[in-house]
Every structure is written in structure tokens, then in C-alpha cells.
């Protein structure tokens, strides 16, 4: 049987008459629609309901409210190559989204320090789904040719990733403190003063520290009062208070969830780090960044970076 004579029988046996489906066809202008030919003929436009406002001399629109005037005149390029469009607007996306993520881990901290640990879960699911897109956004720069990024590498002179103001603050606001990373910026004062500011302030870690020893839990001295500035130490005496809340959550349920918590965003962070590692050597291999480091060795080192130390190494402990 020939394909429209099949078609012709399938459609009778739904009762819709061919010569009515034809001549339906044919007839652009018709305005009803028969649900039984929605299958075969959907409609193809809408109808653009007369509700909808047009008028907006008397307040902002969708445009103005995000100021897309500033934000898609941001992009340019100092180069002729098609695909440093691409490069800038994978970075310039990145530093958005790690905007939002330093107001959420700044949002965090306050509430620990006023212990109320339970508004801390939804914004560290939220930054954890954060680190998520700025994970998958390397899978846009991964199609980036070496032989295509070399061609317009150079424009960038000493510009760089490591300048990342907020990538920093994300990392003192962890708990990865580095003074040394202050000297990138001192030709930005205000920026510098934010970042040294933030440095010698308890990270997130700090202060949930300083929270379970507010809760009567042996938490060392030494941990909640220290100097903020330097790399967090870690202390093995903390591994008992760790254990404590893991295998009783009924009694410690918020902290136990707030570990979970921490443990969900430096494990994305971890996986970020990793994925940075690849994509830049995928793309220029082993060449010195464009900053000044070794590249691909200088990245590798953050690599074992641990953010949360006990509450990693507590795991080895549970049921003991």
C-alpha cells in the first residue's frame, strides 16, 4: 500500500475525512482550530492578547529594569578573531554569577553569626547550584580551538583570571585566605580595601566554628580565636565535636544539615577548580598564563585545597 493511501485509511479510522484535512490546508485564513487535526496541523502563531503593555513612557521596561543598554555594551573586542566574543562573554558571565555568589555566602555568614543556621540551607543549595553553572559554562569555552584562541591571545596583554577580584573574595569568604593575593590588586584601592577587609574577617567556616562552641560543644580555643588572616589550620580535637553531630542528628539537626551543606559547596568548588584545570590546558597546554604564572602547574596546586578539613576527615571516624 502506497504511504498516502495508508495515511488516507489511518486518518478515516479517526474519523477525520481527508478531503475535509485538505481543504482545511489550503485554507490559510481559518481561524478555528478542530482538536483532531492538532496532530497533524498545530497552529502556528498566537494571537498577541491586547492586555499586553506597549506603553512605557510612565515607567521601566524589561530592558531598562536589567540595564541591558550597560550590560550588552560590555562586550568588546580588541581583536578581528569571530571567537573572542565567545572569550569575553564566558568571563564576563563567570564574574556575574560569582557576584551573586558573594552576596549569598555574605548573606550565610550573618546568619551563623546570629546563630540561625536553618536560612542557611536554601542560599548554600542556591550557591551550590551557582557553582553548578559556572561548572558547565567551561563545556562552552572547551569549543574554543587552541589554533583559534591563539589568535587573539595576545590582545589581552597582562589581563587574566588570577585579577578576579570575586573569585577572591569567594575563597576568603571559604576560609582560603592568602595575603599574598592582595598585591594584584593594590591598583585598585577600593577593590584592595574590600579584599583586605574580607581577609582578616572568620570565613563561613569560622564562624560556624564559633557557633558550635557558642552550643557548649569542645571547640579548641585555639580555633575561634586566632589570627583570620592566615590559612585555616585545622585541629584534630575538632574530629570529636564533628562526630558528636553525625551520629546524633536528632539532637544537633541543624548543624548536622549545615555540614551537609558545606560539604555540597566545596565539593562543586573542588570539581570547578578541576574543570578550569582542563579546559586551560585543553586550550593552550602548558604555555604561562597571560598573568604572569605557570599555568596549568600553578592551577594544579589549588587542586588540594581543602576548605572544610574535619568535616572530610570525620568521615573515616562515623562508627567507630
Known amino acids: 500500500m502506497r504511504a498516502s493511501a495508508f495515511r488516507a485509511v489511518q486518518l478515516s479510522r479517526k474519523g477525520i475525512r481527508t478531503e475535509n484535512l485538505s481543504s482545511r490546508r489550503e485554507n490559510a485564513s481559518i481561524t478555528t482550530h478542530d482538536p483532531r487535526l492538532s496532530r497533524y496541523h498545530p ?8 492586555g499586553i503593555h506597549r506603553d512605557f513612557q510612565r515607567g521601566k521596561d524589561y530592558s531598562g529594569y536589567l ?26 558571565t563567570s564574574e556575574l554569577w560569582m557576584k551573586l555568589m558573594v552576596h549569598e555566602l555574605r548573606a ?18 542556591r550557591v551550590k547550584q551557582v557553582q553548578r553553572m559556572l561548572f558547565e559554562q567551561w ?24 585579577q578576579s577580584f570575586q573569585y577572591r573574595l569567594i575563597e576568603f569568604l571559604f576560609g582560603n585566605k592568602d595575603g599574598q593575593a592582595l598585591a594584584v590588586f593594590a591598583h585598585m584601592p577600593e577593590i584592595h580595601a574590600e579584599l583586605e577587609l574580607t581577609l582578616n574577617e572568620p570565613s563561613l567556616y569560622d564562624e560556624f566554628l564559633r557557633h558550635l562552641a557558642r552550643r557548649k560543644l569542645p571547640v ?36 548536622y544539615e549545615m555540614c551537609e551543606k558545606l560539604i555540597d559547596v566545596e565539593e562543586q568548588f573542588a570539581l ?17 598564563g597571560t598573568g604572569g604564572s605557570s599555568g596549568v602547574p600553578f592551577l594544579r596546586q589549588a587542586l588540594d585545597i581543602r576548605l572544610f578539613p574535619e568535616l572530610w576527615d570525620v568521615r573515616t571516624e562515623i562508627g567507630r
Do not use: N
Open 108 to 125: 550565610a555568614r550573618d546568619y551563623v553569626r546570629a546563630d540561625q543556621l536553618e536560612p542557611c540551607f536554601k542560599i548554600l543549595s
Open 139 to 162: 563545556s562552552v569555552l572547551e569549543t574554543l580551538t587552541p589554533s583559534e584562541y591563539a589568535q587573539f591571545r595576545g590582545v589581552f596583554g597582562r589581563a587574566s583570571g588570577l
Open 272 to 288: 570547578w577548580r578541576f574543570r578550569h584545570v582542563k579546559t586551560v590546558e585543553r586550550i593552550i597546554g602548558f604555555k604561562r
Open 67 to 92: 540595564r541591558l543598554d550597560v550590560i550588552l555594551d560590555a562586550q568588546q573586542p580588541l581583536s578581528d578573531h569571530h571567537d573572542e566574543m565567545l572569550f569575553i562573554i564566558q568571563h564576563q
Open 43 to 50: 497552529p502556528m502563531s498566537r494571537a498577541f492578547e491586547e
Open 220 to 255: 579548641p580555643a585555639t580555633v575561634i580565636d586566632r589570627d583570620f588572616s592566615q590559612p585555616y589550620p585545622g585541629d584534630p580535637e575538632l574530629l570529636a565535636v564533628f562526630k558528636r553531630i553525625y551520629e546524633s542528628p536528632e539532637l544537633y539537626w541543624d548543624a
